[in-house]
């Protein structure tokens, strides 16, 4: 994974709630077989409106999405990561994300940021504004900067240190070889194997 | 102080615990389809890595799959490579699968319990949100991204994060006409599409206990649309009868020692839950949505809300957009919309008893000549028990298409689509834009609304039914 520190880049307004998996990246993309080519997928319904943030010139070239709470809802498709990071995007801020995109946004190196509806707002309104505004996103101090917006944000320790240094979450795991082996030796014998019969 | 169904069930799958750290929890059973794990095996193939327990994997064949001409080359290339890449990657890997074709090929969250797979006590996974549905046995059963697939097949094990608990108590029995569907509707919209969020929800309480096994998977299923981690059912003696004589079912020996230990999955008296949601069945009545998700549905006997009638601004400002893309207008009555395409299957209610309770209201009345209606077994083996019945000539009497199973216009991956502007009904799990289709309206709704609507054109519960039913025998 790449490793996340910290991020500064334009923001991309995106004034609505529940925007869930599928709006992100349709079904018919997941069809493919690889994790890249789904930048074009990316919000593919709401693109066909000229006046879509993603159309709009002054948008262009923005790398931290910032939009209503409950982002990410619905399908776990990894995809919806996928077609975020292969369009450009490197961060996130939602006052609220589904669980499951959450977590493979951080198993990615999108950093996904958990900010109250204010400063979803004020970024918001700066970025609408001023198109050109920068924001910084920076994970070491787990703050974001942006002009008249300060705000501090919360990740779990243990997250931040995966993303600071990029680590290989299954390459951690199989350290930890004996505990699953012994696990797996005191499993009770009833449990079922999927083998055929 | 005691401890609740999840946590007892999380605690006894912990491999390794570390402060500071995620649990490290043993997964006791992966399943897998063609969409979300070709990245996975790929990944296993460019650090060199195996899968660690074949024998706790299984993988079946259903989002892309058709539900017509299945005996006929798939005419979509990108599904046909989708599939033959999991045929693939199962061969190479030593993974069981059960392809398109075969008896017990069907929706993975159908499959797995008809097989027995599914038990109490247990943690499942699969790299689908709808994974939930298991959680009706009581097994902790959570849906997973693609890199979390790749680190089970490499591992068993998946770190997670700490939860909290919340316990959704119904009260009472449900009125005759309110099904599981109906239930979790109302208790979507009642605590919000991010209301679940963090949580594993336990539903419980005498509605609950009454329900069927089935009944509850449907309940489960559609955790994952109030934002929840998971649900879950405690296993009582309604779940061990529908365990037991099942292929994978424990035998023996085994057998007894697996209901001891599974009538131990019961949440403490004194535990407590970090939220409580009350509901009182006898209040319930058929549900539908009416929005674009599925936290914003009512009644069917009610009207399409004013978007102004919501307090929260972003909650009005999502209604408004709801209401546009769904080509609705406030106060208008839900029973006068009327309806293109009826859908009835899913991993929501493709089994066995929704197909029934859809056929009982088809039986001797026709599809609407506005509206077309598609039945979609959840398995192969729904479809042969199904056709055992006669319930497949109940449906095509009426005019229905009975198709062969799968995800389907769940979420249109295969050819089974909405069009630009097509409303439906639909037994499935989600109305956001598009699921179904481009362009595509979608109400979800119980099989019985479904049935009824079906008949009537518009939406409509089998109540409005009682002139239509030509007399028995025809």
């Known amino acids: ?197 | 102080m005691g401890r609740t169904l999840a946590e007892k069930v999380w605690d006894d799958h912990v491999v390794r615990r570390a402060e500071g750290e995620p649990d490290l929890l043993f997964i006791d059973l992966h399943l897998l389809h063609e969409v979300t794990s070709p990245q996975a095996f790929d990944g296993l193939r460019q650090n060199g890595r195996r899968v660690r327990r074949t024998d706790l994997t299984i993988a079946t064949e259903d989002h892309n799959t058709p539900t017509l001409d299945i005996d006929k080359p798939i005419a979509d290339p990108v599904s046909r490579t989708q599939l033959e890449t999991l045929r693939k990657n199962c061969a190479d890997f030593g993974v069981r699968l059960h392809p398109l074709g075969d008896v017990e090929q069907g929706v993975v969250h159908v499959v797995g319990p008809q097989l027995g797979l599914t038990q109490p006590g247990m943690t499942v996974v699969c790299g689908d949100s709808h994974t939930s549905t298991h959680g009706a046995f009581g097994a902790l059963a959570f849906g997973i991204g693609t890199s979390q697939v790749e680190h089970v097949l490499a591992t068993q094990t998946l770190t997670m994060a700490p939860f909290r608990t919340m316990a959704v108590t119904v009260n009472g029995e449900l009125p005759e006409d309110v099904t599981a569907k109906d239930l979790i509707l109302a208790i979507i919209a009642k605590i919000g599409t991010g209301g679940g969020q963090g949580y594993v929800i336990e539903y419980r309480g005498e509605a609950i206990e009454k329900l069927s096994v089935e009944a509850r998977m449907t309940i489960c299923n559609m955790s994952i649309e109030a934002g929840a981690r998971a649900g879950m059912i405690a296993p009582d003696e309604t779940t061990i009868a529908y365990v037991q004589g099942r292929d994978h079912a424990p035998q023996g020996a085994d057998w007894d020692a697996a209901v001891e230990y599974w009538k131990t999955l019961r949440t403490d008296d004194d535990a407590v839950f970090d939220h409580e949601v009350v509901i009182e069945g006898a209040d319930l009545a058929p549900f539908v949505t009416w929005g674009t998700n599925p936290g914003q549905g009512v009644p069917l006997s009610e009207s399409v809300p004013d978007p102004a009638s919501f307090e929260d601004p972003s909650a009005q400002l999502a209604a408004e957009k709801a209401l546009e893309y769904m080509g609705l207008t406030a106060g208008q009555p839900l029973r006068e919309v009327d309806v293109d395409t009826v859908f009835v299957g899913s991993c929501t209610n493709g089994r066995i008893e929704d197909l029934r309770s859809a056929a009982a209201v088809m039986e001797g009345r026709q599809v609407a000549e506005r509206t077309r209606m598609l039945v979609v077994p959840g398995s192969v083996r729904v479809a042969l028990q199904a056709v055992e019945e006669g319930l497949d000539k109940v449906f095509t009497a009426a005019g229905a298409e009975w198709r062969h199973a799968g995800c389907s216009m769940c979420l249109g991956m295969n050819p089974d689509q909405l069009q630009p502007g097509e409303r439906a009904a639909s037994t499935s799990n989600r109305n956001f834009e598009g699921r179904q289709g481009k362009g595509g309206r979608t109400h979800l709704v119980s099989p019985q609304v479904a049935a009824a609507t079906a008949v009537l054109g518009h939406l409509a519960s089998p109540a409005d039914l009682s002139d239509v039913r030509e007399p028995a025998g025809v």
């Open chain 1, 1 to 197: 994974m790449e490793a996340f520190t910290t991020h500064t880049g334009r923001v991309v307004p995106l004034r609505r709630s529940n925007v869930d998996t599928d709006q992100i990246i349709p079904a018919h993309w997941l069809k493919k077989v690889t994790r890249d080519g789904f930048e074009d997928g990316l919000f593919e319904s709401w693109r066909k409106n000229p006046d879509f943030v993603l159309n709009q010139e002054a948008y262009k070239g923005g790398t931290v999405l910032v939009a209503g709470e409950d982002f990410g809802t619905g399908s776990s498709r990894e995809h919806a990561v996928w077609a975020l990071q292969n369009y450009g995007f490197k961060a996130v801020v939602s006052p609220r994300f589904a669980d499951i995109f959450r977590g493979n946004s951080l198993k990615n190196g999108l950093l996904t940021v958990v900010l109250p509806l204010q400063t979803v707002e004020a970024l918001w309104q700066l970025a609408e504004s001023d198109p050109s505004a920068e924001v910084t996103v920076d994970l070491v101090q787990r703050k974001v900067l942006a002009p008249g917006v300060e705000a501090d944000f919360e990740l779990d320790e243990n997250a931040r240190w995966r993303l600071l240094e990029g680590l290989d979450d299954i390459s951690l795991t199989l350290k930890n070889e004996q505990s699953i082996a012994d696990h797996e030796a005191k499993r009770p014998a009833f449990k079922p194997l999927t083998q055929q019969l």
